[in-house]
């Protein structure tokens, strides 16, 4: 998919966007479930190299008593990127840049970045997530980011995620979250519920209740927040019951990766 770049003023449903996730790994695509169910028009990129594709079985993972398959856990998380609206881009991002009020690019729309990808892509964005592990080049050219060098690239970022530029988190191994599958998810998530926060909705809960849980109480139902009924209940457990049978009826298809020095030609 090529995104191409629409006119400065209008924006364009095809290149502007309101989160760009940058890196498609367990922390960019928790994050990307949080910012898409909350209805924000969220793209994750990524060429497909989460450095968990390399992992021989995963069993530290919350909920997975014998354990996962790493790689179908990857899969399973792009599907509820998906399943919540995020839309993904197979492609890696080549520079971030910050859009000044009076530039061409600057829409009307408030976006505050032009995110450039090796596939020619300009995608225009109010947020932008980094969650790319120890890549930076395409964070450089920023004044504000605050880029630690430790042996291996970090960025600098407070305890919810936020960089020193407004509008840009990071997310995962990258904000110098330990070397944890689940850590990482559990960051990115928590970036994600921090730009609705950040957003408009201080007092965000994405969380579903069994119907009359704050309705009854005449208490209002926080943002985030959705009452469902038993039926709808049922309706849902059926469908993830199904979706699981089929997603772990047979193996993972694909080899497990290894480190690129050990790789045979
Ligand atoms: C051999 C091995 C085994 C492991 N086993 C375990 C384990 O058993 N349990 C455990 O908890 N953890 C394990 N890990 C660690 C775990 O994989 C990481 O901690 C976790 O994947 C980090 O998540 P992340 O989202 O921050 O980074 P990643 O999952 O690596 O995701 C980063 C993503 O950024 C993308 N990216 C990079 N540059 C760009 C760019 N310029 N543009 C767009 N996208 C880009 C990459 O393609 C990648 O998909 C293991 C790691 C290895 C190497």
């Known amino acids: 998919m090529t995104v191409e770049t629409g006119s400065a003023a209008d ?15 367990v922390a960019g695509l928790s994050a990307a479930v949080f910012t898409a169910r909350r209805g924000l028009d969220t793209l994750v990129v990524d060429p497909g190299g989460s450095i968990l594709r390399r992992n021989a079985h995963l ?12 790689r179908r856990l990857l899969d399973l998380l792009g599907e509820q990127a998906e399943t919540a609206g995020a839309d993904r881009l197979t492609a ?19 976006a505050r970045f032009v995110v450039e990808s090796d596939g020619d892509d300009r995608i225009r964005t109010r947020y932008v997530v980094a969650a790319t592990k120890n890549a930076v080049g395409y964070l450089e050219r920023i004044d504000g980011v605050g880029i630690l060098d430790r042996g291996k690239t970090y960025v600098d970022t407070d305890e919810r995620g936020r960089t020193g530029v407004d509008g840009l988190y990071a997310a995962g191994r990258l904000a110098e979250k330990p070397h944890q599958a689940a850590v990482c998810a ?7 519920v921090t730009i609705l926060e950040d957003d408009d909705a201080p007092f965000y809960h994405d969380w ?22 038993e039926a709808e209940r049922r309706e849902r457990e059926a469908a993830s019951l199904d979706a699981m049978r089929g997603r772990f009826a047979e193996p993972h298809p694909d080899d497990q990766e290894t480190h690129p020095s050990l790789r045979e030609d």
């Open 11 to 25: 924006p364009d449903p095809a290149t502007d966007r309101d989160v760009v996730v940058v890196g498609g790994g």
């Open 59 to 70: 069993e530290n993972f919350p909920g997975f008593p014998l354990g996962v398959n790493a």
């Open 92 to 110: 890696r991002a080549t520079r971030v840049a910050v859009v000044e009020p009076g530039d061409a690019d600057a829409p009307a729309d408030g």
């Open 186 to 192: 559990g960051h990115g998530a928590e970036v994600g």
């Open 208 to 229: 579903v209740a069994p119907d009359g849980y704050f309705s009854d109480r005449d208490r209002p139902i926080p943002p985030g927040c959705e009452e469902i009924d």
